[in-house]
């Protein structure tokens, strides 16, 4: 067998520690048990190797080390004459079979009374067992700040009492919504070019859909994500950014590809017809050769419906534009109350280029950088002026 | 678990005031149907916020101002104590308070024991 001892641990953090947070009641006493749990590991495995059924043991140890502490911290309360209440831990915990509790546990994180980029912080640590550094560097704010984040999260799930449970079904769907948006943020977070983020954003989708077989949303954003990051190593070339129709195909990942649209079939074959599973179609529709862009307004068109937001509406017009002409593309985008977003600038500049409407569209490129400071897209607009200019022969 | 339900009235009672009887029938009602929800302890029915009387004591010396603490819009209307399972119970009977549709807001603290 060649798992590999970071592979067991990616795989069985967030299984140990939800399953331990539903046995001890306890966000911080599970963390150090499993945290524990996973440093004995890591000494021992190497030299003993892994054992047969490595969930069990490291539910086991956890589990010792946990009880060790409640015991240790019971001593030390009883020689100063307090009372430990809560004794939840005396139940033993079966130690055959572990309830799966990570659905609890993503709940609890994504709970509406947290802020959203604490649901972010604690949905990476507990589930997805980054550490508070790797988070920190990934949202780029210091270690510091992650950690009190995090303190504060836990703190809150803590004295508010955020229930640890999947909610009951009249709150689910608007819960489950909160969760998919986490996921679909930390993807989003990973799309400007931080890949773990956006690996991150899959396994986490994966995980999900394996715990929500059913649920035609959880498959349409997995979909969505497999299909969109399937374009990662074509999006750049050499750091630059390169638009979808003048990328190598031959380095968009087909089998991920395959994947997204199995993942976007069954969501279909579910009855869904949701925003990620909308968008998850326009995704797979976007890398079909020819492209169907008559097909993608329509999905756009469906979507705008269901969102009303004015930037799923500046989609349309680009597919529009390819189905009834520029023109028709940028009577939509002109219709848009979009003035500070830099893609309705890039999106009308393209357009009226098209268009020969030279000036306007430098005009347009020019806004579009002003409101950009993101170095390879600034560096894309810059090369987009500079071509203007060649044609026009004007500086 | 107690929580302490702090009702905020934020426009609440000028939209309350403008509503048809029936209307306004309704949100007493609903008043009345949370303080008799079991695990509600009723709060004292709160006075105006104009009413409101802050006390400072600055170097031994009171100092005594009109009006609330903070604004008038963000001073406290009311507040009842409630006892539930989780969060997510009191999430639900805050909910129910007529303040949270009409402008204002029901802010939920749980208690805390410092001592």
């Known amino acids: 067998m060649v798992t590999t001892l970071d592979q067991v641990f990616r795989e069985e953090w967030g299984r140990v520690l939800a399953t331990l947070i539903g046995f001890l009641g306890d966000f911080d006493l599970a963390e150090e048990a499993a945290q524990e749990a996973f440093a004995i590991a890591a000494e021992r495995w190497p030299r003993d190797g892994i054992p047969s059924n490595p969930r069990a043991w490291l539910m086991t140890t956890a589990r010792n080390q946990a009880t060790d502490r409640i015991r240790r911290n019971r001593v030390l309360a009883t020689k100063f004459g307090l009372l430990v209440a809560d004794n939840r831990a005396e139940v033993p915990m079966k130690t055959t079979t572990f309830p799966d509790e990570r659905l609890e546990l993503i709940f609890t994180c994504c709970h509406p009374a947290l802020a959203v980029e604490a649901q972010v912080a604690l949905t990476l640590r507990t589930l997805g067992g980054l550490t508070t550094d790797e988070i920190a560097r990934a949202f780029l704010v210091s270690e510091r700040t992650m950690a009190q984040r995090l303190v504060r999260a836990k703190g809150k799930i803590k004295a508010a009492r955020i229930p640890f449970r999947v909610p009951p079904a009249h709150l689910l769907r608007e819960r489950l919504d909160a969760v998919l948006a986490v996921v679909y943020l930390i993807f989003n977070e990973g799309y400007g070019g931080r890949d773990e983020l956006a690996a991150e954003a899959i396994w986490l989708g994966r995980a999900l859909a394996e715990l929500l077989p059913d649920d035609p949303e959880v498959r349409g954003l997995l979909a969505m994500m497999l299909l969109h990051d399937s374009r990662r190593e074509a999006r750049f070339s050499d750091g630059e950014l390169v638009l979808l129709g003048d990328q190598d195909r031959s380095q968009w990942n087909t089998e991920q590809i395959a994947d997204g649209r199995a993942e976007l079939d069954r969501a279909l074959a579910l009855g869904g017809r949701g925003p990620y599973v909308l968008q998850a179609a326009i995704a797979s529709l976007h890398a079909a050769v020819p492209c169907d862009w008559a097909q993608i307004a329509a999905l756009y068109g469906e979507l705008t419906r269901l969102t009303a937001s004015p930037v799923v509406e500046l989609n349309r017009a680009i597919a529009v534009a390819e189905t009834d002409g520029p023109e028709a593309g940028l009577r939509i985008v002109d219709g848009l109350g979009l003035d500070d977003f830099r893609y309705l600038h890039s999106t009308r500049a393209e357009l009226l280029k098209r268009l020969g409407r030279t000036d306007e569209a430098r005009a347009a490129y020019r806004r579009a950088r002003e409101l950009t400071d993101d170095g390879a897209e600034r560096r894309f607009l810059e090369r987009r002026l500079t071509e203007l200019a060649a044609t026009t022969g004007s500086g | ?115």
């Open chain 2, 1 to 115: 678990m107690k929580y302490i339900m702090l009702i905020y009235q934020g426009t609440a009672l000028e939209q309350q005031a403008a509503l048809p009887e029936e209307e306004q029938k309704q949100v007493y009602a609903d008043y009345q149907g949370i303080n008799q929800t079991p695990g509600v302890t009723p709060g004292l029915p709160m006075g105006l916020p104009q009413n409101a009387t802050t006390v400072r004591v600055e170097g031994g010396k009171t100092l005594t101002t009109d009006g609330p603490f903070v604004g008038m819009k963000e001073a406290v209307g009311g507040l009842f104590i409630l006892e539930a399972d989780d969060l997510d119970a009191a999430i639900e009977i805050a909910a129910r308070v007529p303040a949270a549709r009409y402008g204002g807001a029901v802010e939920i603290r749980p208690s805390e024991v410092y001592w």
